[in-house]
Protein backbone atom coordinates (compact mmCIF):
# COMPACT_ATOMS: atom_id res chain seq x y z
CA UNK A 1 0.00 0.00 0.00
CA UNK A 2 1.33 3.52 -0.62
CA UNK A 3 1.97 6.06 2.21
CA UNK A 4 0.63 9.06 2.63
CA UNK A 5 2.34 11.77 4.85
CA UNK A 6 -0.11 13.59 7.22
CA UNK A 7 1.29 16.99 8.30
CA UNK A 8 4.07 17.08 5.76
CA UNK A 9 4.24 20.90 6.17
CA UNK A 10 5.19 20.26 9.95
CA UNK A 11 8.67 18.72 7.71
CA UNK A 12 8.83 22.10 5.92
CA UNK A 13 8.37 24.31 8.76
CA UNK A 14 11.24 22.33 10.80
CA UNK A 15 13.12 22.57 7.60
CA UNK A 16 12.66 26.16 7.72
CA UNK A 17 14.10 26.52 11.13
CA UNK A 18 16.90 24.01 10.15
CA UNK A 19 18.12 24.10 6.93
CA UNK A 20 21.34 21.60 7.11
CA UNK A 21 18.26 19.32 7.20
CA UNK A 22 16.35 20.17 4.03
CA UNK A 23 18.38 17.65 1.85
CA UNK A 24 17.88 14.75 4.41
CA UNK A 25 14.08 15.06 4.74
CA UNK A 26 13.97 15.80 1.07
CA UNK A 27 15.54 12.05 0.47
CA UNK A 28 13.41 10.73 3.61
CA UNK A 29 10.04 12.23 2.02
CA UNK A 30 11.27 10.55 -1.82
CA UNK A 31 11.66 7.70 0.15
CA UNK A 32 8.24 7.77 1.55
CA UNK A 33 6.63 7.98 -1.55
CA UNK A 34 7.72 5.49 -3.19
CA UNK A 35 7.39 2.85 -0.36
CA UNK A 36 4.57 -0.06 -0.40
CA UNK A 37 4.04 -1.64 2.82
CA UNK A 38 1.87 -4.28 3.65
CA UNK A 39 2.53 -4.10 7.58
CA UNK A 40 4.72 -2.14 10.11
CA UNK A 41 7.14 -4.48 9.56
CA UNK A 42 8.09 -3.70 6.10
CA UNK A 43 8.97 -0.19 6.86
CA UNK A 44 12.42 -1.77 8.47
CA UNK A 45 12.80 -2.64 4.76
CA UNK A 46 12.81 0.94 3.55
CA UNK A 47 13.81 2.72 6.23
CA UNK A 48 16.37 -0.17 8.10
CA UNK A 49 17.44 2.26 11.30
CA UNK A 50 13.72 3.02 12.23
CA UNK A 51 12.58 1.40 14.98
CA UNK A 52 9.11 0.62 15.67
CA UNK A 53 7.97 1.49 19.68
CA UNK A 54 6.11 -0.55 21.80
CA UNK A 55 3.55 -0.02 24.31
CA UNK A 56 0.92 -0.26 21.43
CA UNK A 57 1.69 2.89 20.48
CA UNK A 58 1.30 2.31 16.61
CA UNK A 59 4.36 4.53 16.12
CA UNK A 60 7.75 4.55 14.64
CA UNK A 61 11.12 6.50 14.82
CA UNK A 62 12.89 7.47 11.37
CA UNK A 63 16.31 8.02 11.20
CA UNK A 64 17.55 10.78 9.11
CA UNK A 65 20.40 12.59 7.56
CA UNK A 66 22.68 9.92 8.65
CA UNK A 67 20.97 9.80 12.73
CA UNK A 68 21.06 13.55 13.09
CA UNK A 69 17.66 14.01 13.25
CA UNK A 70 14.30 12.22 14.03
CA UNK A 71 11.34 11.98 13.31
CA UNK A 72 7.85 10.26 14.70
CA UNK A 73 5.57 9.29 13.36
CA UNK A 74 1.48 7.76 14.42
CA UNK A 75 0.80 4.89 11.81
CA UNK A 76 -2.68 3.58 10.75
CA UNK A 77 -2.52 0.48 7.72
CA UNK A 78 -6.19 1.40 6.22
CA UNK A 79 -7.38 -0.69 3.47
CA UNK A 80 -5.73 1.33 0.39
CA UNK A 81 -3.54 3.35 1.99
CA UNK A 82 -0.68 3.75 4.85
CA UNK A 83 -1.64 7.16 7.03
CA UNK A 84 1.84 8.24 8.87
CA UNK A 85 0.50 11.07 10.99
CA UNK A 86 3.94 12.95 11.78
CA UNK A 87 3.99 13.68 15.75
CA UNK A 88 7.23 15.53 16.91
CA UNK A 89 10.78 16.41 14.83
CA UNK A 90 13.89 17.13 16.38
CA UNK A 91 17.57 16.28 16.50
CA UNK A 92 18.76 13.23 17.52
CA UNK A 93 19.88 14.96 20.68
CA UNK A 94 16.16 16.19 21.40
CA UNK A 95 14.77 12.76 20.63
CA UNK A 96 17.12 11.58 23.46
CA UNK A 97 16.54 13.90 25.75
CA UNK A 98 11.97 12.93 25.10
CA UNK A 99 13.31 9.02 26.16
CA UNK A 100 15.01 10.33 29.48
CA UNK A 101 11.03 11.54 30.08
CA UNK A 102 9.72 8.62 28.58
CA UNK A 103 7.68 10.90 26.19
CA UNK A 104 8.53 9.31 23.17
CA UNK A 105 5.44 7.31 23.54
CA UNK A 106 3.10 10.64 24.30
CA UNK A 107 4.64 13.56 22.35
CA UNK A 108 2.36 15.32 19.91
CA UNK A 109 3.62 18.54 18.56
CA UNK A 110 1.80 18.13 15.41
Known amino acids: ?3 RL ?3 K ?3 DYCTQQARGRSSFSIWITQLRYA ?6 DMLSTFAA ?5 NGT ?11 YRVICKYYFG ?3 VHLFVKWVGTHAEYTKLCEQNAQYTVNLF
Open 36 to 41: DWESPV
Open 10 to 12: SIS
Open 1 to 3: MRV
Open 58 to 68: SRVVFNVGGNT
Open 6 to 8: IKA
Open 79 to 81: KNQ
Open 50 to 54: ADLLG
